[in-house]
């Protein structure tokens, strides 16, 4: 069995989501199309990655909307055993806790993203993502925790205080579907990238990269005839301050 490496995960489900959104004219841009660090630092810390691709992201792009892939993983016992569980969750801004607060540049970002006023677009996009990768996937929702809290009757929709969440201008979605080291999910994952069905533990599965782009596309396409105008479109900002989510303008930013 090959090693399982999240960052190629996600880069290849970002690539089948960038091919598909394009092909239906917007605009997408990966924050990194290979396996090497944003940031300059060195050793890549993961918070300073985070901020590099922030400051990209910001300064740089300027996406309607950024959508954070990721693949999730359930917590390993002493004999690193594959799972039988499977989680997925969609994560939003917000849920500081107290200690957070604490914490001055924690507040400016929170002050920050509150003044900003992309929470509507954030929540309707996020709810709409997450409906549609749980009927896809038919995984179970992750349980709320102290720093991951519930915000609608939604229950794969969680609000927590990620860096990319709070320091990325704009409505961010964090997507976290499947456990890499569940027991079929591992096997799927070893295959690849592949057209039609392939059999997995007795069971006929689509590519699972294909799967979950294609519930997060299909999903996008669909959004944008009932994207709601919230106050990121108040005709009282200017122009250039405003949130068009409609083609060809759109443009989809993919960590």
């Not at 392939?198 to 782009?213: L, N, P």
């Not at 999903?219 to 060809?248: H, I, M, V, W, Y």
Request: proline share 7%.
């Amino acid at each position: 069995m090959k090693p399982i490496e999240e960052a190629a995960l996600n880069l290849t489900v970002a690539r089948l989501i960038k091919t598909r959104l394009e092909a239906a004219g917007f605009s997408v841009f990966l924050t990194k199309n290979d396996y090497k660090p944003v940031t300059d630092k060195r050793p890549p810390y993961a918070r300073a990655d985070i901020a590099a691709r922030a400051r990209l992201v910001n300064d740089n792009l300027k996406p309607d909307l950024t959508i954070c892939i990721h693949f999730n993983a359930a917590r390993w016992n002493e004999h690193r055993d594959l799972v039988n569980d499977n989680r997925l969750t969609v994560f939003i801004h917000g849920n500081y806790q107290p200690g957070e607060l604490a914490d001055d540049e924690e507040k400016f970002y929170l002050l920050s993203k509150l003044l900003e006023r992309s929470h509507t677009t954030e929540l309707s996009i996020a709810d709409t993502v997450a409906r549609a990768l749980a009927q896809a996937t038919g995984l179970d929702p992750l349980p709320p925790s102290e720093n991951s809290a519930p915000i609608t009757e939604n229950p794969y929709l969680l609000v927590r205080n990620l860096g990319a969440n709070r320091q990325i201008h704009g409505p961010v979605i964090y997507l976290e579907p499947y456990y890499m080291n569940n027991r079929v999910v591992y096997q799927r994952l070893q295959l690849g990238d592949y057209d039609g069905e392939k059999i997995v533990d007795g069971k006929k599965y689509r590519s699972i990269f294909r799967e979950y782009a294609d519930a997060v596309t299909d999903d996008l396409l669909a959004f944008q005839g009932t994207a709601p105008r919230d106050d990121c479109n108040d005709p009282r900002r200017p122009p250039n301050k405003r949130r068009d989510l409609s083609p060809p303008s759109t443009t989809y930013k993919l960590r």
